[in-house]
C-alpha cells in the first residue's frame, strides 16, 4: 500500500489483495471510512450506519467513549461510541488478513519535517500561491459552487482567493441570530467586497429544535456541537441552487486558533510543580467539553467501567512525547489535526453537507498546506495572541482591513440565552430525571442542578455541558433503538 503516499486530494480506499483486504484514509481526513468485525466478517463502509445496521450486529455502547465524548466534545481516535467498530485516522491504512484486523499504520505525519527559513513576506508569499493552487484543484469546471461565510477568517480568505482567481459570481450563505451579530456583520463585509450573491439565513430556535433529531442521526457520532445543527440546516438551503460548497474548516487547527492559547499558556507559564500529564490536562480542561465535571455527571458504577487515565489524558500523551515534533505548538497542531479535525471536524462537515446532496470542500484543510503549516515558524501562526498570522499576511491586500484585523467571530451560537428561554423546556424533556436514572450512565441529581441553571450550580461552559447530555441522548435513543 505505499502508492498510498503519491496520491492527493479526498479520498478512501478499499484495496482486495488475495485473501488481504487494505482500507486507506486519505491524508487530512476529508473522507472517512468505518469498519468493524461482526461475526468473523470484516465489514466497512463510509459511514457507521453501514456497519451497525448490519442484522445482529451488537450496537453496545463502549464505558470510555462516553467519558472521552463529555471530555472532548466527540469521540477522538479510531475508537467510538460502539464496541467493535473503528474509524480509521487520517493519514492511516488498515488490513484484514488471516481472520484479525492489524492495527492501523500511520503514512503521513507532517510534524516530523523540519523548520525551513524563509522571511515572513516569502511565506506570506507561498502560503497564498499554494492556496490559490489548491483551491484551484479543488473547484469543479462549471459553476455549481458555494461559499459558507462563517464570520472568521479562514472562509474570507477562501472568498478572497476566489474573487482573486476571477471566477464568476458564486452564492454565499451565512447564519445569524439577530439583525446586529457581529460576526455576521463581518461575513457581510466580506459579501460585499468579493461580490457574491448573499444570503443571511435568521435562525429561530423553534428550526433549531425541528432539525435537531435529523442533524443527530445524520452525524452518526453524538458531537456535542450545537453549530452542526445549524451546519446541517445551512447545507439544506444551499442545495437548493449548488452541488459543491466551500467553507474555512481547518484554518483554526492547522494555522493557530485562540483555542490554543490556554493550553499555550499552561505550557508556558504553569510553573515547576506540574504532573506528569498537566499538558494532556490543560487541553482537556480547554475544550469545549465537561471535563471539569466528569465525576459528577457520570454515575461511580459507570466510571468503574474504564480506566480514566487511558480514555482521557492516554489520547493525548502520543502527541507531547519529545521527538513528536519541533515545537510545543507544533504538538498541539498535530493533535488537533489528527484529532479535533479528522474524527470531529470533517466527518461532521461531510455528514451535514452530504445528507443534502452536496459536496464539501474545505481547502484549508489540504495535506500540502497542512505539510506548509508545520514547516514555517510557529509565530506565524500564533503571535502575541493573533491567530492565523500568516492568513493575515497573505490576504491583507485582498481583504478590507476591518476583516484582516477582527479578532475571532464566529457563528455567535446562543445556548446561553436559549436554554434559559426557548430551549428550556425541550432540554428538560429529553434529560428526564426518570429515565437517566433507570439508564445508569448520568447522575440525574448533577443534570437536575445543570438544568436549574443556577451560578452555584454551574461550571464555566455549563450550557455546552447540557448540549452534550442532550445530544447524546437523543443519539442513544436512536442508534441503540430504545423506547422512552
Known amino acids: 500500500m505505499g502508492f498510498v503516499r503519491d496520491l492527493r486530494g479526498a479520498y478512501v480506499l478499499a484495496v482486495l489483495d488475495g485473501d488481504r483486504i487494505h482500507l486507506a484514509r486519505d491524508p487530512a481526513g476529508l473522507r472517512t471510512i468505518y469498519y468493524g468485525l461482526y461475526n468473523d466478517r470484516f465489514i466497512f463502509a463510509v459511514e457507521p450506519q453501514g456497519i451497525w445496521a448490519w442484522s445482529g450486529f451488537a450496537r453496545n455502547l463502549r464505558p470510555a467513549a462516553v467519558a472521552q465524548y463529555l471530555a472532548y466534545g466527540f469521540v477522538p481516535g479510531k475508537e467510538t461510541m460502539l464496541e467493535n467498530?473503528?474509524?480509521?485516522?487520517?493519514?492511516?491504512?488498515?488490513?484484514?488478513?488471516?481472520?484479525?484486523?492489524?492495527?492501523?499504520?500511520?503514512?503521513?505525519?507532517?510534524?516530523?519535517?523540519?523548520?525551513?527559513?524563509?522571511?515572513?513576506?516569502?511565506?506570506?508569499?507561498?502560503?497564498?500561491?499554494?492556496?490559490?493552487?489548491?483551491?484551484?484543484?479543488?473547484?469543479?469546471?462549471?459553476?455549481?459552487?458555494?461559499?459558507?461565510?462563517?464570520?472568521?477568517?479562514?472562509?474570507?480568505?477562501i472568498g478572497a482567493e476566489v474573487l482573486r482567481q476571477g471566477r464568476k459570481k458564486i452564492s454565499s450563505w451565512s447564519i445569524c441570530f439577530n439583525d446586529d451579530q457581529r460576526g455576521m456583520e463581518h461575513a457581510g463585509a466580506v459579501a460585499d467586497h468579493i461580490g457574491t450573491d448573499h444570503r443571511k439565513i435568521l435562525m429561530q430556535p423553534k428550526d433549531f429544535l425541528k432539525s435537531l433529531g435529523e442533524a443527530v442521526l445524520v452525524a452518526d457520532e453524538p458531537?456535542?456541537?450545537?453549530?452542526?445543527?445549524?451546519?446541517?440546516?445551512?447545507?439544506?438551503?444551499?442545495?437548493?441552487?449548488?452541488?459543491?460548497?466551500?467553507?474555512?474548516?481547518?484554518?483554526?487547527?492547522?494555522?493557530?486558533?485562540?483555542?490554543?492559547?490556554?493550553?499555550?499558556?499552561?505550557?508556558?507559564?504553569?510553573?515547576?510543580?506540574?504532573?506528569?500529564?498537566?499538558?494532556?490536562?490543560?487541553?482537556?480542561?480547554?475544550?469545549?467539553?465537561?471535563?471539569?465535571?466528569?465525576?459528577?455527571?457520570?454515575?461511580?458504577?459507570?466510571?468503574?467501567?474504564?480506566?480514566?487515565?487511558?480514555?482521557?489524558?492516554?489520547?493525548?500523551?502520543?502527541?507531547?512525547?519529545?521527538?513528536?515534533?519541533?515545537?510545543?505548538?507544533?504538538?498541539?497542531?498535530?493533535?488537533?489535526?489528527?484529532?479535533?479535525?479528522?474524527?470531529?471536524?470533517?466527518?461532521?462537515?461531510?455528514?451535514?453537507?452530504?445528507?443534502?446532496?452536496?459536496?464539501?470542500?474545505?481547502?484549508l484543510f489540504d495535506e500540502r498546506l497542512i505539510e506548509m503549516s508545520f514547516c514555517m515558524p510557529s509565530a506565524l501562526k500564533i503571535s502575541r495572541g493573533i491567530e492565523k498570522r500568516i492568513i493575515r499576511q497573505a490576504y491583507n491586500k485582498f481583504l478590507p482591513e476591518n476583516i484582516i484585523e477582527q479578532p475571532k467571530s464566529g457563528t455567535g451560537f446562543p445556548d446561553h440565552f436559549w436554554l434559559r428561554r426557548e430551549c428550556k423546556k425541550y432540554a428538560r424533556k429529553i434529560l428526564n430525571r426518570r429515565v437517566i436514572k433507570k439508564v445508569g450512565i448520568f447522575n440525574p441529581d448533577r443534570i437536575e442542578e445543570l438544568l436549574a441553571l443556577r451560578p452555584e450550580h454551574t461550571l464555566p461552559r455549563h450550557e455546552r455541558a447540557l448540549w452534550l447530555l442532550i445530544t447524546f441522548e437523543l443519539w442513544r435513543r436512536k442508534v441503540l433503538n430504545e423506547k422512552t
Open 85 to 157: 467498530l473503528w474509524e480509521l485516522p487520517p493519514g492511516h491504512t488498515v488490513t484484514f488478513a488471516r481472520g484479525k484486523v492489524e492495527p492501523p499504520r500511520c503514512f503521513f505525519a507532517p510534524e516530523q519535517v523540519g523548520k525551513e527559513e524563509r522571511s515572513e513576506q516569502e511565506w506570506a508569499t507561498e502560503f497564498a500561491s499554494l492556496h490559490g493552487q489548491v483551491l484551484a484543484d479543488q473547484l469543479p469546471a462549471d459553476d455549481s459552487v458555494g461559499l459558507f461565510l462563517s464570520g472568521g477568517l479562514g472562509s474570507a480568505a
Open 223 to 363: 458531537v456535542g456541537d450545537p453549530s452542526s445543527v445549524l451546519m446541517y440546516m445551512l447545507s439544506a438551503i444551499a442545495a437548493e441552487e449548488v452541488e459543491y460548497v466551500l467553507n474555512g474548516a481547518g484554518s483554526s487547527l492547522v494555522f493557530g486558533g485562540t483555542h490554543m492559547l490556554p493550553v499555550l499558556l499552561k505550557h508556558w507559564y504553569g510553573g515547576m510543580k506540574q504532573g506528569p500529564f498537566f499538558r494532556e490536562q490543560a487541553y482537556l480542561s480547554s475544550c469545549c467539553g465537561a471535563y471539569d465535571d466528569l465525576n459528577a455527571l457520570l454515575t461511580p458504577e459507570w466510571r468503574s467501567l474504564y480506566n480514566t487515565h487511558e480514555a482521557l489524558d492516554g489520547v493525548l500523551t502520543p502527541f507531547f512525547q519529545a521527538g513528536r515534533a519541533g515545537t510545543f505548538l507544533d504538538m498541539l497542531s498535530a493533535a488537533n489535526i489528527q484529532l479535533k479535525g479528522g474524527h470531529m471536524q470533517l466527518p461532521l462537515m461531510e455528514r451535514m453537507t452530504g445528507a443534502h446532496g452536496l459536496t464539501s470542500l474545505s481547502p
